[in-house]
């Protein structure tokens, strides 16, 4: 079965500042790995995914994440945090193995403080 | 990016009545539509994925004769929910994907109200 972990319900950190948001995941077979973005009362947007090839994967607005596939993680980083970036966050797995259901973590809650 | 839009964004209603809501693909064609619940400071629950022309495959847990899903066309998807009760309320997020990309867009949600 499929599951996604983000262990952290919320990061804060100083604009300007590095941030990682972590994210571990457990599927069969390899994985298409996602990151997405949800400010209040809307819906998520796609930031970046990882499907095969380099592990270091750019998305919007900035953002980048690593996949990591003997620690089974997908962390999203970004160097230098923008009081913008507040927001909820939403690490997302879906098996390659045919069917499209993807599940989503609990979310992380990230604080960008000026 | 691919556009999807959700109508309405918000909606207010009495207890027993049914609630549409609409998602379109705007930008292209939508061979597979899910639908999700979202509580509050919590993640989304996968309710039903649904395929153009196809019946809603729903998953565990969730009634599909109170939640009735239909993709009649490759734009459009639409959840009603039936009888509705205060304990519906919540926070409604459609996402589109068509055969050639792998990940899915969102609409921007609808907040459900049932009074």
């Known amino acids: 079965a499929q599951s996604v972990a983000q262990p952290e319900d919320q990061v804060n950190v100083a604009e300007g500042n590095p941030l990682t948001v972590k994210c571990t995941y457990s599927?069969?077979?390899?994985?298409?790995l996602f990151w997405y973005v949800q400010y209040p009362n809307r819906g998520l947007q796609f930031l970046l995914k990882?499907?095969?090839?380099?592990?270091l994967v750019k998305g919007s607005y900035g953002f980048e994440a690593e996949f990591n596939k003997s620690q089974t993680s997908f962390h999203l980083k970004k160097p230098s945090a923008l009081v913008s970036d507040s927001a909820l966050y939403f690490c997302?797995?879906?098996?390659?193995?045919?069917?499209?259901?993807?599940?989503f973590g609990a979310g992380t809650r990230l604080f960008v403080k000026a | 990016g691919a556009v999807v839009s959700q109508h309405p964004s918000r909606v207010i209603c009495k207890s027993g009545t049914s609630v549409k809501i609409e998602c379109r693909s705007l930008?292209?064609?939508?061979?597979?539509m899910f639908w999700y619940r979202q509580f509050p400071k919590q993640s989304l629950m996968l309710m039903a994925t649904?395929?153009?022309?196809?019946?809603?495959?729903?998953e565990q847990g969730v009634e599909k004769d109170k939640f009735l899903i239909n993709h009649a066309s490759l734009t459009l998807s639409t959840l009603t929910v039936t009888s509705a009760h205060p304990e519906d309320s919540s926070f409604y997020i459609c996402?589109?994907?068509?055969?050639?990309?792998?990940?899915?867009?969102f609409g921007q949600g609808t907040r459900l109200t049932v009074v």
């Open positions: 649904s395929n153009e022309g196809s019946k809603a495959t729903y």
């Open positions: 996402s589109a994907k068509d055969s050639m990309n792998t990940e899915a867009f």
């Open positions: 599927v069969s077979g390899n994985p298409y």
């Open positions: 930008d292209f064609q939508a061979t597979t």
């Open positions: 990882y499907i095969t090839g380099d592990n």
């Open positions: 997302a797995v879906r098996a390659n193995t045919g069917g499209f259901k993807t599940i």
